[in-house]
C-alpha cells in the first residue's frame, strides 16, 4: 500500500472550514483514500473514502486531485468536538483489507 | 446494523499473569476481524488479523496471540504480561475484496503494573 504523507498539526477556528491535506505520490490506480479520526481515548471512527471522484457524506467532503496523488479532508464548519488525530490511508481494495496507520494530523479546533 | 464490542473498557494486570480481551462483532456473517494496540504516545499497530474461525495471521512477533472460535469473535490472549504489553488495544472489522471501510471498536486500556 502506498504511503502517505500529513502534517503533523493544525489549528482550525470554530465554525470554519477545517482542510486537511494528504500527500499520496505513490498512489497506485487500485489504492482508494480512506479517512479516520481519533478523539483522544476513544476507538477510530471512520470518516469518508474515495478512489478519484470527489465524495461528501454528512460528516465531511473529500476532494481528491486529478492525478490522485493529493487529498484534502474538509469538515465544512468544525467545532470543538472535532478535535481528534485525522488518518489519512491509502488501501487497495481487495485482499484481506489491512489498514497501515502514519502518525496523523492533531487538529485542535479553538473558541 | 452492525455493532463491535469490546470488554472490558480498561484492565490493570500485574507483570506475569495471563491475560484475555474479547471481541464480538453483531449484524454481519463472515467478517474480518482485526486486533490493533496503540502504545502511549503512538499510532495505532497492526497485531493480528482473521479471515475465518480458527485462521489466525500475525503481523509483528510478540507476547501475545490471537485466537477466533467463532465466526463473530476475535481473543486476544498472553500467558505472561510484559510490561510492553501496556497500550490500548483495539478491536476492527472488515471484509475481504471489498472497499468498505473498517470499523473499530472502543478499545480495551491495558496498564501493566
Known amino acids: 500500500d502506498a504511503k502517505t504523507t500529513q502534517p503533523t498539526s493544525m489549528d482550525c477556528a470554530e465554525g470554519r472550514a477545517a482542510n486537511l491535506p494528504c500527500n499520496h505520490s505513490?498512489?497506485?490506480?487500485?489504492?482508494?483514500v480512506y479517512w479516520y479520526r481519533q478523539i483522544h481515548s476513544q476507538g477510530p471512527q471512520y470518516i469518508i473514502h474515495?478512489?478519484?471522484n470527489n465524495e461528501t457524506n454528512e460528516m465531511a467532503s473529500l476532494i481528491i486531485t486529478e492525478d490522485r496523488k493529493s487529498s484534502t479532508l474538509i469538515l465544512p464548519h468544525a467545532t470543538l468536538r472535532d478535535t481528534a488525530v485525522y488518518y489519512c490511508?491509502?488501501?487497495?481494495?481487495?485482499?484481506?483489507?489491512?489498514?497501515?496507520f502514519g502518525a496523523g494530523t492533531r487538529l485542535a479546533v479553538h473558541p | 446494523s452492525q455493532t463491535i464490542h469490546q470488554w472490558p473498557a480498561t484492565l490493570v494486570q500485574p507483570v506475569g499473569s495471563p491475560l484475555s480481551l474479547e471481541c464480538t462483532v453483531e449484524?454481519?456473517?463472515?467478517?474480518?476481524l482485526y486486533w490493533y494496540r496503540q502504545a502511549a504516545g503512538r499510532g495505532l499497530q497492526l497485531l493480528f488479523y482473521?479471515?475465518?474461525?480458527?485462521?489466525i495471521s500475525s503481523e509483528v512477533p510478540q507476547n501475545l496471540s490471537a485466537s477466533r472460535p467463532q465466526d463473530r469473535q476475535f481473543i486476544l490472549s498472553s500467558k505472561k504480561l510484559l510490561l510492553s504489553d501496556s497500550g490500548f488495544y483495539l478491536c476492527?472489522?472488515?471484509?475481504?475484496?471489498?472497499?468498505?471501510?473498517?470499523?473499530f471498536g472502543d478499545g480495551t486500556r491495558l496498564s501493566i503494573l
Open positions: 476492527a472489522w472488515g471484509q475481504s475484496y471489498s472497499n468498505q471501510p473498517q470499523h
Open positions: 505513490t498512489i497506485s490506480g487500485n489504492e482508494y
Open positions: 474515495g478512489l478519484k
Open positions: 490511508i491509502v488501501r487497495v481494495s481487495g485482499g484481506y483489507n489491512k489498514l497501515i
Open positions: 449484524g454481519t456473517s463472515n467478517p474480518n
Open positions: 482473521s479471515v475465518g474461525i480458527g485462521q
